[in-house]
């Protein structure tokens, strides 16, 4: 995927965000016309390479892709505001998974999530901490420690 790239270090980073963004650009519209009795979509949507297999570094692009979606002030830092919206985002679409999924993700404390990504508790979320919460919340996706995300693991 990445073969045409030259130059070295930060560029497959750059990379990576531009193929991801044009597919979350592609998933953001797939959400809002898909029928809401779509089974599986969100995870499919995931599936950047289209191998049928949602892998954790899959998943982890598709949240660290909100980062920049959610900073709407645009100054590398989600405030608590911002992080508010996102998450009313993301419950939209995880709630296209089924119920059963939404309580384990959405429970007592949104402000928690908050929290939880801030790790130098300074009330707002740099991009380096939002991408660290993604690895962590792509592996807890990954409920049968396989490496992969499957419906069965979204539907515990
Ligand atoms: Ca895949
Ligand atoms: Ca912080
Ligand atoms: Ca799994």
Do not use: W
Not at 11 to 26: G, M
Request: one cysteine or more; hydrophobic letters at 40%.
């Amino acid at each position: 995927m990445f073969k045409m790239l030259r130059a070295p270090v930060a560029a497959p980073f750059v990379l990576c965000l531009s193929v991801a963004r044009t597919l979350a650009c592609a998933l953001a519209c797939a959400l809002v016309t898909m029928p809401a009795a779509a089974q599986n979509g969100f995870l499919q949507s995931l599936d950047f390479d289209g191998d049928g297999i949602v892998t954790i570094d899959e998943a982890m692009a598709s949240r660290n892709l909100q980062f920049p979606i959610g900073d709407l002030n645009g100054d590398e830092h989600l405030n608590a505001a911002e992080f508010d919206a996102l998450l009313r985002a993301t419950r939209a679409r995880f709630s296209d998974l089924g119920q059963k999924y939404q309580p384990q993700t959405a429970s007592a404390g949104r402000i928690d999530a908050f929290t939880f990504s801030d790790s130098d508790a300074d009330g707002v979320i740099s991009r380096q901490e939002y991408f660290r919460s993604s690895d962590r919340f792509a592996r807890s996706l990954d409920r049968d420690g396989d490496g992969t995300i499957s419906p069965d693991d979204i539907s515990r």
